[in-house]
């Protein structure tokens, strides 16, 4: 059974076009201002979770090949997520395809979207569509912590809607 806290946010998802119609076959297309902290995590924790789904992450920044700070892979592998590999890519050297749905983490990832792609608005969504999902960088080890945690939920919450939960030994 959904808890009913899940409720609203899946409704304001459907509203928006969000529905599991939708997310069969998309790609999802995880942003966030520069791709080292949370839509890496996003992507490492999505491709856990959800299944028949294809993850990708990118960054509003034009800076390519950054790594995570410590404390994001820190953070991270306490979700048995592993950030280690990981290289940053900016949503300008990305190939978007027309089934792409953007998942952003805040207000301004939406703006940058619009600057950066025009017209793929209506293809966005917040990961979390009531409280924006703070840029931990630059932040102490407890601020990761609680980021991931609303990432992890926030996608918990995806996969609960569109029944793409990954079966318990593929995770």
Partial sequence: MVERRVLPRMFFWARRGLTPDSLRGARLVFVCQGNVCRSPFAEGYARRRLREVEVHAVGLSEIDGRVPPA?????????????????????????????????????????????????SLHRAFLLDPHVAIEDPFGKSPIVFQAVYSQIARAIDRLATLADLEAPRDER
């Fill in 71 to 119: 404390e994001a892979r820190a953070a991270a592998a306490g979700f048995d997520v592993d950030l280690s590999g990981h290289r940053s890519r900016s949503l300008g050297s990305a190939v978007i395809t027309a089934k792409d749905l953007f998942l952003v983490m805040d207000g301004s990832n939406l703006q940058g979207l619009e600057r950066q792609r025009p017209g």
